[in-house]
């Protein structure tokens, strides 16, 4: 018995230093712009798979959640994501896990979504000397994820962003609070426009499946608050209980 005591022991933390990995392999390929290798050694195969962020509402299917991370790697894009306090949970079984981390994130689009004169767009922008819109911002999320074994590798079966607090860098939390929210989720179309071919009577771009499941968002007559889920491996959940 106690053979299997360590043994099943060892596993799981094997299993949390595997799940880390992944997310932090995630972190560095994002910043470098390789959506395609993204989806294809971090994502599960599966059609289960799907991604939420901020208050965009929940993309399901590999197809959609493809279409966020398969697109053209521009000049002054910067994504740079730092995970840290990770709670990690393996299931008995050893088949499945759940984490949840804090990320502190810098992200510029490059002009992509600054591009438009929307007074929206206005908010989350800033521009260069020649007049050229871009989004530069400082952020702080909650990230959430269902992970699955395939084979012999642990692959991301569900990804959701809590959008916590996001502002313009030269501006503070607090200070865009109420334009923050008023603007939430409004960034949607840019966001998951894609470079991957689609039929001709088809827009490049990916629309949610259902809303968000959860968001909170700063805002000073706001309290902060705990993630309404204790992190459990995901196979103790039913489907609309998932992150």
């Known amino acids: 018995m106690m053979d299997n005591f360590v043994e099943n022991r060892l596993y799981r933390l094997e299993a949390r230093a595997e799940v880390e990995n992944i997310i932090g392999t995630y972190c560095h390929l994002l910043f470098a712009g390789e959506g395609g290798q993204i989806m294809d050694e971090l994502w599960s195969r ?9 208050a965009s509402g929940r993309y399901s299917t590999r197809e959609k959640v493809a279409t966020y991370y398969q697109k053209d790697h521009i000049a002054g894009k910067f994504t740079l994501l730092l995970p840290v306090t990770p709670v990690i949970e393996t299931a008995a079984d050893g088949r499945s896990a759940r984490g949840m981390w804090f990320v502190l994130g810098l992200d510029s689009d490059a002009g992509d979504l600054g591009a438009g004169d929307s007074e929206e767009r206005a908010l989350l922008t800033s521009k260069t000397a020649e007049g ?3 989004r530069a ?4 999320w909650r990230l959430g994820a269902d992970f699955i074994r395939e084979g012999k590798q642990w692959k991301i079966l569900h990804l959701h962003q809590y959008d916590l607090v996001r502002f313009p860098c030269g501006s503070d939390w607090v200070r865009f609070a109420e334009e923050r929210y008023a603007t939430d989720g409004i960034r949607l179309d840019a966001m998951f426009r894609s470079n991957l ?3 001709e009577d088809r827009a490049p771009e990916n629309l949610a499946n259902s809303p968000s499941s959860y968001h909170w968002q700063y805002r000073v007559d706001g309290r902060t608050e705990k993630e309404p889920k204790v992190p459990k491996p995901y196979e103790t959940y039913s489907e609309t209980d998932r992150y």
């Open 197 to 199: 071919p689609f039929t």
């Open 137 to 140: 911002e400082c952020a702080v």
């Open 46 to 54: 599966s059609e289960e798979v799907s991604i939420e962020i901020g």
């Open 132 to 134: 050229k819109a871009y």
